[in-house]
């Protein structure tokens, strides 16, 4: 960490208090180094950048597994279902009506002169 290097012998007041302004002083230095704090920013863009990437492949995983179980469960067909209601409106209003209007088109018809 580019502190000030002691032997491991006695310091008196004074060499301890320059040793520990020494100290203070580079570390002040590298916290406030611009390039350090470049390769830091740099660094965080690169892990937010990979977070974002993550979270976003996830999703699209969690949503594939969410269309194939959708898709593996079989549809009920309510056509053929005769308590349907729809069914039940459908063969009592509608294929009246649509007899009642094909059949002007069949009498026409049939009232037309073969040449």
Known sequence: MNLFQTFGYPV???QFQLIERYNQNRFLEQLYDPE?????????????????????ANMAVNQNITAIEYCS????????????????????????????????????????RAP
């Open 12 to 14: 008196s007041d004074t």
């Open 36 to 56: 350090k704090l470049m390769w830091l920013s740099t660094s965080i863009g690169s892990i937010q950048a990979n977070s974002a990437g993550n979270s976003t």
């Open 73 to 112: 469960h079989p549809i009920i067909n309510l056509t053929i279902d005769d308590g349907n209601v729809w069914n039940r409106i459908e063969k009592r209003t509608f294929i009246p009506m649509a007899v009642l209007l094909l059949l002007p088109g069949a009498v026409v018809l049939a009232q037309v």
